[in-house]
């Protein structure tokens, strides 16, 4: 079965502190993808990963940084979170597209953060 | 740049009843994907359907259809019999067909799946 996971379901941080999201697949997806789900907002992209050590900025990056080591971990890193950053945060995988067609994001249960 | 605007933020429906959740997009490009995706409460978001621009024919997964209208830029989805699982938030979503597979979603429509 194809599996998307991520470190944490829940996570309480203090406002200024360095927060780690992590997500690992297993699928040898080659794309991940941190989204950032809020009510209203529906899901917007951070950052995506088209392969190890590449990244891209999403819609919505500021505040955020990403690290791609391997292939099958993507991290998402809060410098210094703030309240703002309260969220929930999605991460999901795909294959890589071959002759332009669509290959299906496979997302994980998300962590709910919590920035005091 | 893509817009994707689902107008319904919540709905309910009969059990056994059928439903439609509507999806306008605006684009420039001719050649994409839409999708419906599913986040049933306190799980995991799933595809439900696609479907690709340069096919007439509508995308139809067992009770899941969808009406797809290019030249309106309208993707609604049409669920029937209902289901109690049915119970979720549901996603409209768009991506262009060449390049990275970056998603732009809808800001989701709840359903309620009333026994």
């Known amino acids: 079965d194809v599996k998307v996971t991520q470190s944490s379901r829940y996570l309480v941080k203090r406002t200024g502190e360095k927060v780690f999201l992590e997500c690992v697949q297993d699928?040898?997806?080659?794309?991940m993808f941190w989204y950032r789900q809020d009510p209203g907002l529906g899901l917007r992209l951070i950052y995506f990963?088209?392969?190890?050590?590449?990244?891209e900025k999403g819609d919505i990056p500021e505040g955020y940084s990403v690290s791609r080591e391997k292939k099958e971990r993507f991290s998402l890193i809060l410098e210094s979170a703030s309240t703002n950053q309260t969220s929930m945060y999605l991460c999901?995988?795909?294959?890589?597209?071959?002759?332009?067609?669509?290959?299906?994001?496979?997302f994980g249960p998300g962590t709910r953060l919590t920035v005091l | 740049a893509q817009t994707v605007t689902q107008s319904q933020p919540e709905m309910s429906v009969q059990e056994a009843e059928t439903v439609t959740l509507s999806c306008t997009y605006d684009?420039?490009?001719?050649?994409?994907?839409l999708f419906w995706y599913k986040q049933p409460p306190s799980r995991q978001m799933i595809l439900v359907i696609r479907q690709e621009a340069y096919k007439q024919q509508n995308a139809t997964e067992n009770r899941f259809s969808v009406n797809f209208q290019k030249a309106a830029k309208s993707f609604s989805l049409k669920i029937s019999d209902s289901q109690l699982g049915d119970t979720a938030m549901y996603f409209c979503?768009?991506?262009?067909?060449?390049?990275?597979?970056?998603?732009?979603f809808g800001i989701g429509t709840k359903l309620q799946v009333i026994p």
């Open positions: 999901a995988s795909s294959h890589d597209r071959l002759g332009g067609s669509y290959n299906e994001q496979f």
């Open positions: 684009t420039s490009e001719s050649n994409y994907y």
């Open positions: 990963s088209y392969d190890v050590k590449m990244k």
């Open positions: 979503a768009f991506t262009e067909r060449g390049g990275y597979q970056k998603v732009t």
């Open positions: 699928m040898d997806h080659e794309n």
